[in-house]
């Protein structure tokens, strides 16, 4: 069974750097696409982009092109999303998911990471 | 662009529950899905293809739609089914979200 596991809670102030992961714990092949989908508070869902396991290779929505990175490492079959300067914009949970490739929705979800940025 | 209709729906355990997801363009009903998310936990994949239930969804969730407009049904609500639910679709942008309809607790 695979299970997508997040990191923790953050508390950064703006113009920080971040760096969050999920590591897909029981996959058998790096061969998966990750998403990563933001919820601002009181909001709804938010489709990022997706970072393929095996490679790197990244997409992104247009909304966040050029304001976060998305990687991987198949050694450990771990995606992660990256900020190099961050706003109180970014003040979200953030979710991790499996792209059900054959239908391109998320079928498997990590628990979330909360990232709160103030100063 | 994807639209839910309506915002809030405000029913009873039991009632019959009634989402409308409308594209601004045809999209392919093969990447239309549909989520159930609940405070404090991920959300769940309930339909996938705009009308297969994904594993482990009971039958009362159901869903339909081509082209523009997609629905999901609640044949009868249970009380964990009271959530906020987006319709999703995949295409030349990547992915898109609706903005959610909430079923709530009449």
């Known amino acids: 069974e695979v299970q997508l596991v997040q990191s923790g809670a953050e508390v950064k102030g703006p113009g920080k750097s971040l760096k969050i992961s999920c590591q897909a714990v029981g996959l058998q092949y790096p061969s998966h696409w990750i998403g990563w989908v933001r919820q601002r508070p009181g909001k709804g869902l938010e489709w990022m982009g997706i970072v393929y396991l095996a490679d790197s290779d990244a997409m992104y929505s247009p909304s966040f092109e050029g304001q976060v990175t998305m990687s991987a490492d198949k050694s450990t079959a771990t995606a992660y999303l990256q900020w190099s300067s961050l706003k109180d914009s970014d003040t979200a949970i953030y979710y991790c998911?499996?792209?059900?490739?054959?239908?391109?929705?998320?079928?498997?979800w990590g628990q979330g990471t909360r990232l709160t940025v103030s100063s | 662009v994807l639209t839910q209709s309506p915002g809030t729906l405000s029913l009873s355990p039991g009632q019959r529950a009634t989402l409308s997801c409308r594209a601004s363009?045809?999209?392919?009903?093969?990447?239309l899905g549909w989520y159930q998310h609940k405070p404090g936990q991920a959300p769940r994949l309930l339909i996938y293809g705009a009308s297969s239930r994904a594993t482990g969804i009971p039958a009362r969730f159901s869903a339909s739609g081509s082209g523009t407009d997609f629905t999901l049904t609640i044949s009868r609500l249970e009380p964990e089914d009271f959530a906020v639910y987006y319709c999703q679709v995949y295409g030349p942008e990547l992915g898109t979200f609706g903005p959610g309809t909430t079923v709530d607790v009449k």
């Open positions: 998911a499996r792209l059900f490739a054959m239908v391109s929705l998320f079928d498997i």
């Open positions: 363009q045809s999209v392919s009903s093969s990447f």
